[in-house]
């Protein structure tokens, strides 16, 4: 049992600098248990957070006591050392808990590990493929986040049109018929895995192509964090934070994402890029059509949008921001460009102006606000053709 307790301030909101999902979701089901303590004994005042680990100790941080609750000024000075205790105690626990159980299987390996890292052998062959088995029979999905870069998506004509196409074909991660290419920072993808439906195995490939010869591609490297994600027996995703699912064994309710989401981010606030943003300096493939998912709570009002970069079927460099019939097709002979970011119930800000599809090409700051009362998502969708432009999508968020 650890026991750690200070003056009246919640350290919650610190733990999210961790940059390690892995580690911050461990962090914060450390702390999960919250409650202010008040010792009948000697009439004193703390505030708990509550963590039971077999590998961990009892032990008992006591960092004030008052009769009173303490001001500010104290709360300030005692904080600002603590908090560096916490985090310290708290990453002391989980790297010694991690160490031991996260597997890092070989090319052509099997693991049926919770946590997972995959990492480019020294060697690595032309095909590079990993076995992940079921956890346990409460896995629902698997969580990957990239570090990873590859070569570029191809860029080739299609035959008799003159119209070009962007694909990973050189080099490829591919997982249920998901192909990424290029390079991958700081991304994520949920993939679905059903254990209690039979999906008892997902293999993930990686295949590079043949640099013999000076071939003018980049050197291959990944470093993969795999999470399994357990979801309780019989429990809707929608009721994965009641009571219930709580104070079950499962604790992964926090991320585990809501059907169809491709990608998924349960922070109130965060940075979401396109596949293969690289900076500015990349672009998309070609024939992508998925979800981007958000977190609502019952005190969820909107999601606001401030994009910093987006040229999303632009045909020219030239800034300007297109929105609803100028993004897609009114007919299957148009050969008008159908990529385009849709924000359900959108508004642009500044200009007061409704809009649900948004293409073009900016850099400037753009402010959009979505009051969609259902699910928080945005949809990417980018079409078969290539424009010398695409290079992709950059915004911040806020959930409110």
Known sequence: ?????????????????????????????????????????????????????N???????????????PNRATNSKLMGGLRKVILAIALLAVSAAQAASVAKPACGGTTSAKDINLVKPANPPRECVYHVKAYSKQVCQLRIDFAMTLAQPTIQEQANTGLMTAECQQDYFEVNGLRLCGVETWQHIYVNFNASAGESKLDLLLVLANRAGGVNLPTPDWNMQLTQLECPVGAAVRELEAPEARSSSIKDGFFV???????????????????????????????????????????????TIRSYFFHVGAETAASTLLTDSSCYRSSSSNVRSADFLMVPQAKLVEQNEHATYFCGATNKDVLIRSNNPGPLLVLFNSDEYFEPNDAGFAFTYTID
């Not at 590998?55 to 609750?69: D, E, G, I, M, V």
């Open 1 to 53: 049992m650890l026991v750690v307790e200070f003056a009246w301030q919640s350290a919650v909101d610190r733990l999210w600098s961790l940059s390690n999902v892995q580690t911050t979701r461990t962090v914060i089901e450390m702390f999960a248990n919250f409650s202010k303590c008040y010792n009948s004994n000697d009439k004193t005042y703390r505030t708990c957070y509550t963590y039971n680990a």
């Open 55 to 69: 590998y961990a100790p009892k032990l008992r941080l006591h960092c004030y006591k008052s009769r009173q609750q």
């Open 257 to 303: 994402a809501p059907p169809g989401c491709l990608q998924y981010f349960p922070e109130a606030k965060g940075v979401v890029k396109s596949f293969n943003y690289n900076d500015g300096h990349g672009i998309y493939p070609s024939h992508m059509n998925y979800a981007i998912c958000f977190r609502r709570t019952t005190q969820t009002n909107g999601l």
